[in-house]
């Protein structure tokens, strides 16, 4: 090198590339998730396996029952909460973004489900039996009594129904962007000939 002369400058090195080669220059602090991700994730880990736990111990209850046949509504519900616990605990590996199509078909179910859900009389073994006339699956939260009785909304049933159904919508939610996907090309390695 030529005396006075400068050095060359350094060439950037990217973030990934500095992570292969133990290269930290290209390493900046803002990669960390930051402080709402980590309460996201750190929230829905937490839903998740609250779900979970409350799903599985409410299903060997309801296959326990000793009264007759267990409610379907009430077995199903329990077993969508497991379902959509174990989804949200396997969501980050499952799901990548979801894209327009994934959010507009889990909010179509979510939405299409709790209304036609909500539409027909019914005659489940839960909720609000003191009415004649009682809408909402998996649980009732809407009824009023005959002819033209005031309507009561049971707001805790009302809540567990749009859990429900939000749960669908979020099985929808991965199940298309899993249809979407693009497919995976395996890394094909070069093999190395050694000349002797």
Not at 25 to 37: H, I, K, N, Q, S
Not at 155 to 162: I, K, M, P, V
Request: glycine share 12%; aromatic share 8%.
């Amino acid at each position: 090198m030529v005396r006075g002369a400068t050095k060359p400058p350094v060439p950037p090195v990217s973030p990934q590339a500095g992570r292969v080669c133990g290269d930290t220059r290209g390493v900046e602090e803002d990669e960390a998730p930051g402080l709402w991700t980590s309460f996201g994730t750190a929230l829905r880990l937490i839903v998740g396996w609250f779900c979970v736990a409350i799903g599985v111990l409410n299903l060997l209850v309801g296959v326990d029952w000793t009264g007759g046949d267990p409610d379907t509504a009430y077995v199903t519900f329990h077993g969508m909460l497991v379902v959509g616990g174990l989804l949200l605990l396997s969501l980050s590996r499952l799901v990548r973004r979801p894209g327009t199509i994934g959010y507009l078909a889990g909010g179509l179910v979510a939405a299409a489900g709790l209304l036609v859900g909500s539409i027909p009389v019914n005659n489940t073994v839960c909720c609000m039996t003191g009415f004649a006339i009682r809408h909402g699956w998996p649980f009732t939260f809407l009824a009023r009594d005959e002819p033209a009785g005031r309507w009561h909304v049971d707001s805790q049933h009302l809540l567990a129904d749009l859990l429900f159904w939000g749960y669908a919508g979020l099985i929808a939610m991965a199940t298309v962007r899993r249809a979407h996907a693009e497919p995976r090309v395996p890394r094909v390695r070069e093999r190395q000939h050694v000349d002797d």
